[in-house]
């Protein structure tokens, strides 16, 4: 009698469904991080270097759609030939739910069941004048990419689906939003300047799939009970309005999300002619700063995402096309450069001699400060922002260490009128023609103190020491100031 042969179990296809989602994005990713070592940024290479297959944190929140991911991830991880090694959990703790605790207890569980590494992160969301939600996420965002820098991640990856997708094109139209909100989470970008991606393996998966897949696997998950809070824009859509919709045209999801794609590609087309047009205006430009009479040669339309690209270059959110079309019409009509002030957060936009550049904000005012100099290397001047380092030289002009000493300095803001002589051989002039003569923007220098001593001034900072007051016989003291942040034309 023969023996029977069981036959081999047939592979679910919702299982496969969601694996093959999950591997091609991976693949993906690998050929980005593998189009990082051919690229000519150095530090990229090194980093992408020391990897042997590929590191992810996933962000788990403990709901359907992270916990089928994380599923998936870890399935994955034990296969042979995905290019996918650790997967590591990063619960991130909002402190926003009374049930937040338990929310971290229980993903800490889940992962550990799984056998994967798992990190919990607190973070304090901060709203500064944004929406709740808007805050948790950018919040969330940072403490995945800062576990990444932790753990020598590649890649982190969120459960973003095709409904979210589809969800957030909705609320970004309703607002108004151009085509980067338009485009609505692509499957992948960079996620920070060292190379690091955020990656959505199931951008094109039904919300809908990732149920059926937690229910047939018996997934425990966490049901987040502000998800029916219908005075959210996005629980509104998807408890009210999509409903309505399908009802009206049955199927539109998957149609929808082919425009999103649509949106998309027209999107990261226009990144890149942004990026060429980026590279021509800051060519012969000091790093970091932006050549007007260049910019000024595009078209309108192409001005605007040359802002947005430099703007992204500097870890800056991009403002919106009206914001870019002020600055714009500033930058073009300003009659000084004193003028142009544009400020996003703590970092302000400024014109210089034909350039445009971003700075810290300097928003306080400064008070005279009074000490004496005792032989010390360097002395703090934290109203201003700096140090006055202090060099004993025998064959460079400077002041007599003992006349320095000798009595209180004080370091004073401008106040208008000053006279002073820099170079020998030249007479002394106002501080107004001084700045301007030594490349010294005017919205810096009220950041520049001025030594006085008995009433005379003997040092400005960014012109240096006053000739008159100095000699090169024996030991002299230079005077130098390093500001915390680099001035703009001051050496």
């Not at 949106?263 to 002619?273: I, Y």
């Not at 205006?281 to 690209?309: E, F, I, N, Y």
Request: proline share 4%; with cysteine; hydrophobic share 45%.
């Amino acid at each position: 009698m023969a023996a029977s042969r069981t036959r081999p179990k047939r592979p679910d296809p919702l299982d496969e469904l969601l694996v093959n989602a999950a591997g091609a994005a991976l693949r993906r990713a690998q050929a980005r991080l593998e189009a990082i070592d051919r690229s000519g940024d150095e530090a990229l290479r090194r980093r992408s270097a020391r990897r042997q297959a590929i590191t992810a944190v996933v962000g788990y929140s403990g709901g359907r759609d992270s916990t089928a991911l994380l599923q998936v991830m870890a399935g994955l991880a034990r296969k042979r030939g995905t290019g996918l090694g650790e997967v590591i959990a990063v619960h991130v703790h909002h402190g926003i739910s009374r049930h937040s605790d338990a929310w971290l207890a229980h993903c800490e569980a889940s992962a550990t069941a799984l056998g994967l590494r798992f990190v919990g992160r607190r973070v304090t969301v901060q709203r500064s004048g944004r929406g709740l939600e808007a805050a948790a996420r950018e919040a969330r965002y940072e403490a995945l990419a800062d576990v990444a820098a932790d753990v020598g991640a590649q890649v982190v990856c969120c459960a973003h689906h095709r409904d979210d997708r589809v969800e957030t094109f909705l609320i970004q139209w309703m607002r108004g939003a151009g085509l980067e909100g338009l485009a609505a989470f692509p499957p992948s970008r960079r996620f920070d300047a060292d190379g690091l991606l955020l990656v959505r393996p199931f951008i094109d998966i039904a919300r809908a799939d990732i149920e059926r897949y937690v229910d047939r696997h018996g997934l425990a998950t966490i049901e987040d009970d502000s998800n029916d809070d219908r005075s959210l824009l996005r629980n509104a859509l998807r408890l009210d309005v999509l409903p309505r919709i399908e009802a009206l045209r049955p199927g539109f999801r998957a149609a929808a999300a082919r425009s999103v794609d649509l949106v998309a590609e027209a999107t990261e087309a226009l990144r890149s002619v942004a990026d060429d047009d980026l590279a021509l205006c800051q060519d012969a430009a000091p790093v970091g700063m932006l050549r007007l009479d260049v910019l000024a040669t595009l078209p309108a339309a192409r001005q605007t995402w040359v802002l947005r690209a430099w703007l992204s270059s500097h870890g800056l959110e991009a403002l919106s096309r009206a914001r870019l079309v002020e600055m714009l019409e500033q930058a073009r009509d300003a009659r000084s450069d004193a003028r142009l002030l544009v400020r996003i957060g703590a970092r302000e936009i400024r014109r210089y001699r034909g350039l445009l550049l971003l700075k810290d904000s300097d928003t306080g005012t400064r008070d005279a400060e009074a000490f004496r100099w005792t032989g010390e290397d360097e002395i703090a001047l934290p109203g201003w922002g700096g140090v006055l380092r202090f060099h004993r030289t025998q064959d460079r002009e400077g002041f007599d260490p003992a006349w320095l000493s000798a009595m209180p300095l004080e370091a004073r803001p401008r106040a208008g009128g000053e006279r002073f002589k820099p170079y020998a051989g030249r007479p002394s002039r106002t501080l107004k023609r001084l700045y301007q003569d030594a490349g010294i923007a005017d919205f810096d220098r009220a950041r520049l103190p001025l030594l006085w001593r008995d009433g005379e001034l003997i040092f400005v900072a960014g012109l240096g020491a006053d000739v008159r007051l100095t000699d090169r016989d024996g030991e002299r003291v230079t005077i130098e100031w390093q500001p915390d942040a680099t001035l703009i034309g001051a050496d």
